[in-house]
């Protein structure tokens, strides 16, 4: 099965429910079921059965205290801040979610599975060590990148494509080394953070690559700031897996950000992204389901992404409809992001 694309998938995600109208709903589950079944997939599937996070795996990256009060929650319902619902299945939504996260890092460190895709809900990246937040009850792919780095993995990339910038896994990894995090997204937006500045602390500066983008950002810019900045890290830092938070909201059709990415364009992001790995894409992507609030853009952004999973390089003549170069205002953005990481990395 080393070859397979490896899926996490469970019914309790589907009862994860607000009390009203919310744009994290169900239905966002069933567009990327639908894009994972019907996706022209050159690889065989193999199904990966999710189980519950133990303590003791969230304790990597969220506080005791946390975890506890989460816990306490279970079966009862309320929010954790404006944004963040919690209905009598949230709870144990979010531990199966987690615990899916770390069953498809452990199938491709195995080998079991040449690539993965985990279709959890609730999404992950803006939950904090010591609280929920953003639609975000626990941080799927830090647990996940903290389980493989406690299993053998000596390098971990994220790179976080959702529209808006992941606090919660930049604060989790934001002194260590043994994890870059890599975050493209919506600034000035939600939740605040992110700026180029923002580079690490201690042992962990240059290891936290933040390259915010105005609002219009479009297929051209995102290409270029992956080719620019992000791939020659990514090929330097030469990671033993590569996680990526797959939010989908930067699409041209999702209502809650001002983004123009098409599907082709989430597609030429992982194909030049993986070009970047020295040692080759399989084995070593997986991607984490964040974001996506248009059903027909998250389905067709996934099922794009899923298709150009092992395609090494972007696809020129897609990429060629294009814009030939972003709008100045994303050339000195990308150009600032430069900048702040220089000190850290030997950029072309």
């Known amino acids: ?33 639908n894009a994972v079944e019907h996706a022209d997939i050159a690889l065989p599937r193999h199904n990966l059965p999710p189980r519950d996070a133990t303590l003791d795996e969230l304790n990597r990256v969220h506080s005791s205290q946390y975890v506890e009060s989460l816990q306490r929650a279970q079966g009862k319902s309320g929010h954790f801040d404006a944004d963040t619902f919690y209905g009598p299945r949230s709870v144990g939504a979010a531990l199966r979610a987690a615990g899916g996260a770390i069953e498809l890092v452990s199938a491709l460190q195995t080998g079991a599975i040449g690539y993965g895709v985990a279709l959890l809900r609730p999404p992950g990246h803006h939950a904090r060590p010591q609280t929920a937040m953003g639609f975000c009850l626990l941080n799927n792919v830090a647990v996940a990148a903290a389980h493989a780095r406690a299993n053998g993995s000596e390098r971990v990339a ?80 030469d990671p033993d897996l590569l ?21 082709g364009g989430y597609a030429d992001m992982l194909s030049v992204l993986q070009s970047a790995l020295p040692r080759g ?35 020129r003549e897609r990429a060629d409809a294009a814009d030939a170069w972003a709008e100045p205002v994303h050339e000195q953005e990308i150009a600032r992001a430069r900048r702040a990481l220089a000190p850290y990395w030997k950029l072309p």
Do not use: K
């Open 1 to 33: 099965m080393h070859n397979a694309l490896g899926i996490v998938d469970d019914p309790i995600f589907l009862e994860h429910r607000a009390f009203g109208p919310h744009p994290e709903r169900p239905e966002r589950l069933e567009a990327a079921r």
């Open 158 to 237: 994220i790179i976080d494509w959702d529209v808006h910038h992941g606090n919660g896994t930049q604060e989790m990894f934001y002194d260590d080394p043994s994890v870059l995090y890599v975050s493209l997204h919506q600034y000035p937006f939600y939740p605040g953070t992110g700026a180029a500045e923002e580079v690490g602390t201690g042992e962990g500066r240059g290891y936290t690559v933040n390259v915010p983008l105005s609002a219009g950002a479009d297929d051209s810019v995102y290409r270029a700031a992956c080719e620019r900045l992000i791939a020659p890290i990514l090929n330097a830092y």
């Open 243 to 263: 996680l990526i938070s797959a939010g989908f909201d930067a699409h041209r059709r999702d209502p809650l950000a001002s983004m123009r990415l098409s599907e």
């Open 281 to 315: 894409p399989e084995g070593r992507v997986g991607l984490v389901l964040e974001g996506g609030y248009d059903l027909e853009g998250l389905r067709s952004s996934l099922a794009a992404t899923l298709e150009a999973l092992g395609r090494l390089g972007p696809d």
